[in-house]
């Protein structure tokens, strides 16, 4: 491979995606579905960031897609900016803080109900559904297993899980959690008291925890600065070895 090497996107994915509306009492919005090249699988339920279903999330739906999920990314911000897409720094990320404000937990958790009724109606779902987030949407995975009856949910750096550990003993199913080592959002003091909190609830919501050596908050996202490949490839590993019990 030399440096004059050219490189096309690959058009030949068997997974096929597309934006579908989510009927909802509090408001149609839209979300990125994107199907299993076997055309069936388990469902998951995708939480964005606080960017938006942007090309990362997409992304991200697509390979859990191809690993044989049949995956949904509902746009959570579609009262006041719907489809927005924001990049991670400036004016950008303030105006994803605005708009995370703006989003309030009853909101948030009529949406995933909503996507979550569409998930499972879709001829393509399976019988059993869990949830995954990523920062924003970490903290609502976390809110989805305790009220949302998923099977079982996946947190990545979830800001302000913290903050709502009230919710812990409504958790009836296994969660698995993803925390950087230097994550200014969430410190060391932050993540042990999620450790307690679920040590302490019925046993069968089994808590699993990974702790990434060198890592910042968003390391998975490539888009960003704080992206380390060698935490986004063992996180990714563990977070489907995990999401397989859905099968």
Same mark, same amino acid.
């Given at each position: 491979?030399?440096?004059?090497?050219?490189?096309?996107?690959?058009?030949?994915?068997?997974?096929?995606?597309?934006?579908?509306?989510?009927?909802?009492?509090?408001?149609?919005?839209?979300?990125?579905?994107?199907?299993?090249?076997?055309?069936?699988?388990?469902?998951?339920?995708?939480?964005?960031?606080?960017?938006?279903?942007?090309?990362?999330?997409?992304?991200?739906?697509?390979?859990?897609?191809?690993?044989?999920?049949?995956?949904?990314?509902?746009?959570?911000?579609?009262?006041?900016?719907?489809?927005?897409?924001?990049?991670?720094?400036?004016?950008?990320?303030?105006?994803?803080?605005?708009?995370?404000?703006?989003?309030?937990?009853?909101?948030?958790?009529?949406?995933?109900?909503?996507?979550?009724?569409?998930?499972?109606?879709?001829?393509?779902?399976?019988?059993?559904?869990?949830?995954?987030?990523?920062?924003?949407?970490?903290?609502?995975?976390?809110?989805?297993?305790?009220?949302?009856?998923?099977?079982?949910?996946?947190?990545?750096?979830?800001?302000?899980?913290?903050?709502?550990?009230?919710?812990?003993?409504?958790?009836?199913?296994?969660?698995?959690?993803?925390?950087?080592?230097?994550?200014?959002?969430?410190?060391?003091?932050?993540?042990?008291?999620?450790?307690?909190?679920?040590?302490?609830?019925?046993?069968?919501?089994?808590?699993?925890?990974?702790?990434?050596?060198?890592?910042?908050?968003?390391?998975?996202?490539?888009?960003?600065?704080?992206?380390?490949?060698?935490?986004?490839?063992?996180? !990714?590993?563990?977070?489907?070895?995990? !999401?397989?019990?859905?099968?």
């Amino acid at each position: 491979m030399t440096a004059s090497d050219a490189f096309t996107p690959a058009s030949n994915s068997p997974v096929r995606t597309a934006w579908t509306r989510v009927p909802s009492a509090g408001g149609d919005f839209d979300a990125y579905l994107a199907l299993p090249p076997s055309g069936h699988g388990p469902g998951l339920l995708l939480l964005q960031e606080i960017f938006g279903v942007n090309t990362h999330i997409r992304a991200v739906a697509e390979q859990y897609a191809l690993a044989g999920f049949t995956v949904l990314a509902p746009d959570l911000f579609w009262r006041e900016a719907p489809r927005v897409e924001l990049g991670y720094v400036g004016a950008d990320r303030e105006r994803a803080l605005a708009l995370m404000r703006t989003l309030t937990r009853e909101q948030a958790v009529q949406d995933m109900a909503a996507s979550l009724a569409l998930l499972r109606a879709h001829p393509a779902y399976g019988e059993r559904v869990g949830a995954i987030g990523y920062c924003m949407g970490g903290r609502l995975a976390f809110t989805a297993a305790a009220l949302c009856g998923v099977d079982a949910a996946v947190c990545y750096y979830g800001g302000g899980i913290a903050g709502q550990l009230d919710l812990a003993d409504r958790i009836h199913c296994p969660v698995q959690f993803h925390h950087a080592e230097h994550d200014a959002s969430i410190p060391s003091e932050a993540v042990a008291s999620i450790e307690a909190a679920m040590a302490a609830v019925p046993a069968g919501a089994q808590a699993e925890f990974h702790h990434y050596a060198g890592a910042q908050h968003g390391f998975n996202c490539w888009a960003r600065s704080a992206y380390h490949p060698a935490s986004a490839a063992r996180a !990714l590993g563990r977070s489907l070895d995990f !999401l397989a019990q859905l099968f």
